[in-house]
T-cell receptor, first 111, second 112 residues
């Protein structure tokens, strides 16, 4: 079945530095790739998404890149701030009517 | 709009008991899904529905049943609770599977 792998599982960066989280997917028919942020005690919330017809998308300090040939996509957060501390999930939606999530990355921002 | 609501917020069950986790949305979304979240394992899809009367299995469906008699409601039934079903359960809804999903606040279930 479809599988999404996410790395790293934990990430600690200095405030102001950049953070990068990477995901790979198995279903070559996948064409929608959202990223969710989950704060403590809450449900995940969408922060950015990308479709397979573009290679990169930016929204202020957040960007996502997609490499369809290699079947991987990445989340980039620049100028990190304390409020960026959270768990981040990537996901992929392919040929079946399913959305499969990665295992999550716990991002900590050091002051 | 209330968005996606889930009840109860917390529940403790004994092994073998059954119960239903409730999920409702008021956004007229066709796509609804149930996930369980366990430490280090992310969000795993249990069951999903693309519209009223249509449901399908996700990654980890065993031990759970769902039904979708209306667009608004998508209850998750645990038939005979087991300690392995101790988890946080999230319901989500969206217009379809390739747009933003809106998640409920979650139900923390403990099976002893």
């Amino acid at each position: 079945g479809e599988n999404v792998e996410q790395h790293p599982s934990t990430l600690s960066v200095q405030e102001g530095d950049s953070a990068v989280i990477k995901c790979t997917y198995s279903d070559s028919a996948s064409n929608y790739f959202p990223w969710y942020k989950q704060e403590l005690g809450k449900g995940p919330q969408l922060i950015i998404d990308i479709r397979s017809n573009v290679g990169e998308k930016k929204d202020q300090r957040i960007a996502v890149t997609l490499n369809k040939t290699a079947k991987h996509f990445s989340l980039h957060i620049t100028e990190t701030q304390p409020e960026d501390s959270a768990v981040y999930f990537c996901a992929a939606s392919g040929r079946a009517s399913k959305i499969i999530f990665g295992s999550g990355t716990r991002l900590s921002i050091r002051p | 709009n209330a968005g996606v609501t889930q009840t109860p917020k917390f529940q403790v069950l004994k092994t073998g008991q059954s119960m239903t986790l409730q999920c409702a949305q008021d956004m007229n979304h066709e796509y609804m899904s149930w996930y369980r979240q366990d430490p280090g394992m992310g969000l795993r899809l249990i069951h999903y529905s693309v519209g009223a009367g249509i449901t399908d299995q996700g990654e980890v469906p065993n031990g759970y049943n769902v039904s979708r008699s209306t667009t608004e409601d998508f209850p998750l039934r645990l038939l005979s609770a087991a300690p392995s079903q101790t988890s946080v359960y999230f319901c989500a809804s969206s217009r379809d599977r390739k747009v933003e999903q809106y998640f409920g606040p979650g139900t923390r279930l403990t099976v002893t």
